[in-house]
């Protein structure tokens, strides 16, 4: 692999050096020059306008794709106990924008036993067509049965685009899909959008310790595979609509896998659901101390909402770990989220910049929190909060 610049059509004009993260490149007498810096991530290409860049690949050994042949959105559903998880429902509904911005169908997967009583409900999701490998084994989750299954339909139907819950199980099986496929697969993702130029998924993810966001693209692979947190996007409006149901029957026993289910331990559920919660007030290192905290469970009193938290107040033992918001945390969608002495790094702001209304309580005005707040209040959150628990406290007793 190596880049290229054509002295006769490069201009001079520096965009390939203000492009390059690395300094791999100088304009030396009017012409660009790559310099020993490069280490070929081919920004620079992208960047000049002259063409005048070239980047050559040598790929040995691996095969050539016909893109033309791969179409269609699939989401692959997840269950636990007879029930979907609700990351399905999110992922229908980011599909469905996907599968029309393409003017493709849209195909809900399903491998399992005893849901021939629930595909009626979950074709009011956005789905063109549902398809539903039925085998008595598969009502528990085996990892290389899920991954032989999924391999063999992508490999016949071939669909473009594969999204896969960021959950335990599909950290599990999205990779081993992935890797039988030769097929490119970006985690975590927290933006999902097509390229109009090209048609290929923009698949946006933080990156080095949630510092940067990186948009990252599989063009010569099929399908372009993706997990997606649970919350990232939200569930759609359930409207009827004509779905096409393909059942497959498999022949599956235990004898097929290579492991053996011998008991499921359930853990204790979190009292705390931050996923589920309409009204959440998150509190950070702005609120100074453990015992601070409580001015936070007041106002989230006031307003029946619950306790969340930005990674520091995690490590610093304020709040326990399942009430922490951000990349290391949940990722929330709730109607309304209160943000109080959060500075806005990166981190947090992708576990719940897709909340409805974003209100932020901050004494610096310059917080990053403020370039997503819808509301900003600029003051010390220990004069503002008081301030507005008493106004809430004069609301309600007035419509008492």
Same mark, same amino acid.
């Given at each position: 692999?190596?880049?290229?610049?054509?002295?006769?059509?490069?201009?001079?004009?520096?965009?390939?050096?203000?492009?390059? #993260?690395?300094?791999?490149?100088?304009?030396?007498?009017?012409?660009?020059?790559?310099?020993?810096?490069?280490?070929?991530?081919?920004?620079?290409?992208?960047?000049?306008?002259?063409?005048?860049?070239?980047?050559?690949?040598?790929?040995?050994?691996?095969?050539?794709?016909?893109?033309?042949?791969?179409?269609?959105?699939?989401?692959?559903?997840?269950?636990?106990?007879?029930?979907?998880?609700?990351?399905?429902?999110?992922?229908?509904?980011?599909?469905?924008?996907?599968?029309?911005? $393409?003017?493709?169908? @849209?195909? $809900?997967?399903?491998?399992?036993?005893?849901?021939?009583?629930?595909?009626?409900? %979950?074709?009011?999701?956005?789905?063109?067509?549902?398809?539903?490998?039925?085998?008595?084994?598969?009502?528990?989750?085996?990892?290389? $049965?899920?991954?032989?299954? @999924?391999?063999? @339909?992508?490999?016949?139907?071939?669909?473009?685009?594969?999204?896969?819950?960021?959950?335990?199980?599909?950290?599990?099986?999205?990779?081993?899909?992935?890797?039988?496929?030769?097929?490119?697969?970006?985690?975590?993702?927290?933006?999902?959008?097509?390229?109009?130029?090209?048609?290929? $998924?923009?698949?946006?993810?933080?990156?080095?310790?949630?510092?940067?966001?990186?948009?990252?693209?599989? #063009?010569?692979?099929?399908?372009?595979?993706?997990?997606?947190?649970?919350?990232?996007?939200?569930?759609?409006?359930?409207?009827?609509?004509?779905?096409?149901?393909?059942?497959?029957?498999?022949?599956?026993? =235990?004898?097929?896998?290579?492991?053996?289910?011998?008991?499921?331990?359930?853990?204790?559920?979190?009292?705390?659901? @931050?996923?589920?919660?309409?009204?959440?007030?998150?509190?950070?290192?702005?609120?100074?101390?453990?015992?601070?905290?409580?001015?936070?469970? =007041?106002?989230?009193?006031?307003?029946?909402?619950?306790?969340?938290? !930005?990674?520091?107040?995690?490590? %610093?033992?304020?709040? #326990?770990?399942?009430?922490?918001?951000?990349?290391?945390?949940?990722?929330?969608?709730?109607?309304?989220?209160?943000?109080?002495?959060?500075?806005?790094?990166?981190?947090?702001?992708?576990?719940?910049?897709?909340?409805?209304?974003?209100?932020?309580?901050?004494?610096?005005?310059?917080?990053?929190?403020?370039?997503?707040?819808?509301?900003?209040?600029?003051?010390?959150?220990?004069?503002?909060?008081?301030?507005?628990?008493?106004?809430?406290?004069?609301?309600? !007793?007035?419509?008492?």
């Amino acid at each position: 692999m190596s880049i290229t610049v054509d002295s006769e059509l490069c201009s001079g004009c520096g965009a390939c050096v203000a492009s390059c #993260p690395y300094g791999g490149i100088e304009v030396i007498d009017d012409k660009a020059c790559i310099t020993e810096d490069c280490n070929l991530c081919g920004a620079c290409v992208e960047a000049c306008t002259m063409d005048a860049i070239i980047w050559t690949k040598e790929e040995v050994g691996i095969e050539k794709v016909d893109l033309s042949q791969y179409k269609g959105v699939w989401v692959i559903a997840e269950h636990y106990k007879g029930n979907i998880h609700k990351v399905a429902y999110q992922l229908l509904g980011k599909g469905r924008e996907l599968a029309d911005t $393409l003017h493709v169908s @849209l195909t $809900l997967v399903i491998l399992g036993d005893a849901f021939d009583d629930q595909l009626e409900e %979950l074709s009011m999701y956005g789905a063109d067509e549902i398809i539903y490998v039925k085998s008595k084994i598969l009502k528990n989750y085996y990892s290389d $049965l899920y991954t032989k299954t @999924l391999t063999e @339909l992508i490999t016949e139907n071939k669909p473009e685009i594969v999204l896969i819950g960021a959950t335990a199980t599909g950290r599990d099986f999205a990779p081993r899909v992935a890797k039988r496929l030769n097929a490119g697969l970006t985690a975590d993702c927290t933006g999902l959008e097509i390229d109009p130029k090209t048609n290929n $998924l923009f698949q946006t993810r933080p990156t080095f310790g949630g510092n940067i966001m990186a948009t990252i693209r599989t #063009p010569n692979s099929r399908p372009q595979m993706a997990t997606v947190r649970p919350g990232t996007f939200k569930k759609p409006e359930a409207k009827k609509r004509k779905v096409n149901i393909r059942q497959i029957d498999y022949d599956y026993s =235990e004898k097929d896998s290579v492991t053996k289910i011998v008991k499921v331990i359930n853990r204790e559920k979190s009292k705390v659901n @931050l996923e589920d919660a309409e009204i959440i007030v998150a509190g950070g290192r702005g609120v100074g101390k453990k015992e601070n905290f409580k001015i936070i469970e =007041e106002l989230a009193e006031a307003i029946g909402a619950e306790i969340g938290g !930005s990674r520091v107040t995690v490590e %610093l033992n304020w709040i #326990p770990q399942d009430q922490q918001v951000g990349q290391t945390g949940k990722t929330v969608t709730p109607k309304l989220y209160i943000a109080c002495g959060i500075s806005g790094a990166i981190q947090h702001l992708v576990g719940m910049e897709n909340s409805d209304i974003i209100v932020a309580i901050n004494k610096d005005p310059s917080a990053p929190i403020f370039n997503v707040a819808h509301y900003g209040i600029v003051g010390d959150l220990h004069k503002v909060i008081p301030a507005l628990i008493e106004n809430i406290k004069k609301v309600k !007793s007035a419509e008492d």
